[in-house]
């Protein structure tokens, strides 16, 4: 991984993905030197950056199947393009449906609003951490505008059944919001033909982009409240934000560095193609989980088959803190987990982690077989000590 430790293997890339495709850092070095502010100035530099922002926004949309790419927004992370989503939405008196399994980054929005007289009603997640599309119907009422869940658990991994649920809230007329921070890059995703309104990712996951850097992609016919207000570059008399997007909801200058080096590490991606990177990580956790189950005191959390579930792994050794087991793997073995509860509490209650939390393994598209093989090695030992 580092200088530092070359043997060092990473498997947190549910955090951050890590390491980026080569050109990914000098990318950002490049933009850094041009240095002009996007979009501010007519200029040669202040083209260029405007340029590479652009070309940036193209490959998002392309990536998710949009035609249009003044509908990408660009944001800071997911969390921001979650919060833009559902408060630029939901208003007093709506009805929103959501689910327990869900990352803190909507959870916490949704309290919010909850405050705010927005009605949120959680779906709770079965012992896999996966919601099931009758219950998003059967929650269906009147003042119903929104359902808001992720495409997948950043706990036990379970991908959700995107398209039925698409199809549901396409059939009642509600706008359906996605997160998609532990898909986009590592699972096809075609916006229209699954029934999704609004879709959030982090840039610095599987987009292989840096920190810093994400987007909310936002559909024709659904119009959002900017979440923040200020400059852009357009319409500089008007006292409001422009309403063309998409500065409707771009206040302020945009992370130019980040978003070039976004660029080249989406590059990579339609070079290598998603369904090469989704094998990749298939084959890792169809080898990966029959491995662990074979050793001694070592629990597995949530869904077995490897077509339904991302490249994230979480599990615990009976009676032995989550923490403890990620100090040994770091300190001895020199392998990156990330242990806790992964900012969603309720996925771990869903999957009957909780309140300890799990060890959670978490593979991108630089890792192989070989790094599932030493990963199980290490717990082997671990679990004789
Ligand atoms: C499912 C899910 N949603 C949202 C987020 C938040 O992403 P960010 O930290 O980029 O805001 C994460 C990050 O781990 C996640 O796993």
Redesign the pocket.
């Known amino acids: 991984m580092s200088e530092v430790n070359a043997n060092y293997l990473y498997l947190d890339n549910?955090?951050s993905t890590h390491p980026k495709p080569p050109g990914v850092y000098s990318a950002v070095e490049e933009a850094l030197r041009i240095g002009a502010n996007p979009g501010r100035s007519g200029h040669v530099a202040a083209l260029e950056a405007a340029r590479l922002i652009h070309d940036t926004r193209e490959s998002v949309a392309r990536l998710i199947g949009v035609g249009d790419c003044s509908r990408i927004i660009f944001t800071?992370?997911?969390?921001?393009g979650?919060n833009q989503g559902l408060f630029g939405y939901l208003k007093e008196g709506d009805h929103v449906i959501s689910s327990t399994v869900?990352?803190n980054?909507?959870l916490r929005p949704l309290h919010e609003l909850g405050k705010r007289g927005v009605e949120v009603e959680l779906l709770q997640g079965d012992s896999d951490g996966l919601v099931d599309p009758v219950m998003v119907e059967g929650a269906i009422k009147s003042n119903t505008v929104m359902v808001a869940l992720?495409h997948?658990?950043?706990v036990g991994g379970a991908i959700l059944d995107v398209q039925a649920v698409g199809k549901i809230c396409r059939s009642h007329g509600i706008a359906f919001l996605l997160?998609g921070?532990?898909t986009v890059g590592c699972l096809e995703i075609d916006v229209d033909g699954l029934g999704v309104d609004l879709l959030?990712a982090?840039g610095?996951?599987g987009m292989l982009g840096p920190?810093g850097t994400?987007f909310l992609y936002v559909a024709p016919g659904i119009t959002l409240e900017p979440l923040l207000f200020g400059g852009t570059g357009a319409a500089s008399s008007k006292a409001e934000m422009p309403d063309d997007m998409p500065e409707h909801l771009e206040a302020g200058t945009l992370n130019t560095p980040g978003l070039a080096g976004l660029g080249v590490g989406l590059e990579y991606i339609f070079e290598r193609r998603v369904s090469d990177i989704r094998a990749g990580e298939e084959a890792i956790i169809a080898r990966l989980l029959p491995q662990l189950e074979e050793i001694e005191r070592l629990k597995v959390y949530g869904i077995r088959d490897p077509s339904r579930r991302i490249g994230v792994v979480s599990f615990n050794f009976e009676e032995v803190d989550a923490a403890h087991v990620g100090y040994a793997l770091d300190e001895a073995f020199s392998i990156a987990v990330r242990v806790g509860l992964?900012?969603?509490p309720g996925a771990h209650k869903a999957l009957g982690s909780y309140p300890a939390g799990t060890v959670r393994a978490s593979f991108g598209p630089y890792n192989t077989i070989d790094d599932a093989d030493r990963l199980v090695e290490a717990l082997k030992r671990i679990a004789k000590l």
């Open positions: 549910a955090a800071m992370n997911a969390t921001h979650l869900e990352h980054s909507v992720g997948a658990s950043n997160d921070s532990q959030v982090p610095h996951k920190q994400g992964h900012c969603a």
